[in-house]
């Protein structure tokens, strides 16, 4: 990759940068770190960083990504709730894989959220971009879900949410949130590491 290319678009992404873009970026970050530290505080900080990106992903006619971006909000109020909330054996709500049963149920979600998000963008919005930004939300809808319920595989669908929106936001020319999301590709990577190696050896229901 061209050094001097990821310098010369950071720069550029700066100085298009609104002071609303930066709030959003900067408290979607922090909110990664809490996650990664399996802090309660990845909720509240997510919070602001979703309804900011709500109005940023309208202005720029990215469509899912505004409702995954609401969806996110709704989804940080559950697993405030789950995490704030664990079993009376337990000091606070484990990190688990998934069975068999939540890796089929995470599948279905995928796939029937893609499809119904492709139809309405593609049917009834001027989105110019429906099949990424349905791919992207579907399984970012996938990553909170998982996220919500502590489970290891929630890194997994991030990494795939990440790399994919990375041109996404590229191409429609922002550039600092697409360079956070090449960023939110390392951070998953680690938190992931991280929840493995913090993970009970037993798989829990979905």
């Known amino acids: 990759m061209d050094f001097e290319w990821i310098m010369e678009g950071l720069r550029e992404g700066i100085a298009a940068m ?13 909110s990664v770190f809490y996650s990664i530290k399996k802090n309660i505080l990845v909720f509240p900080t997510g919070m602001v960083s979703t309804l900011i990106y709500v109005y940023i992903c309208l202005k720029y006619k990215l469509y899912a990504d505004m409702g995954i971006n609401a969806y996110y909000f709704g989804m940080s109020i559950y697993g405030w709730y789950l995490w704030s909330r664990p079993s009376p054996s337990e000091k606070e709500l484990p990190v688990t894989w998934l069975s068999k049963t939540g890796i089929l149920k995470s599948l279905v979600l ?31 809808f996938v990553g909170m879900w998982l996220m919500a319920k502590k489970k290891v595989e929630n890194w997994i669908a991030w990494i ?43 798989a829990y229901g979905s």
């Open 18 to 30: 609104t002071w609303l873009e930066a709030v959003a970026v900067f408290f979607g970050i922090v």
């Open 110 to 140: 995928f796939l029937v959220s893609y499809v119904l998000l492709y139809f309405v963008l593609s049917r009834y919005t001027d989105s110019d971009v429906p099949y990424w930004d349905s791919f992207t939300t579907s399984s970012a």
């Open 160 to 202: 795939i949410t990440d790399l994919v929106s990375v041109p996404l936001y590229l191409y429609k020319g922002l550039m600092l949130t697409s360079f956070q999301f090449l960023f939110f590709t390392v951070l998953a990577t680690i938190g992931l590491v991280s929840w493995m190696k913090s993970s009970k050896n037993i």
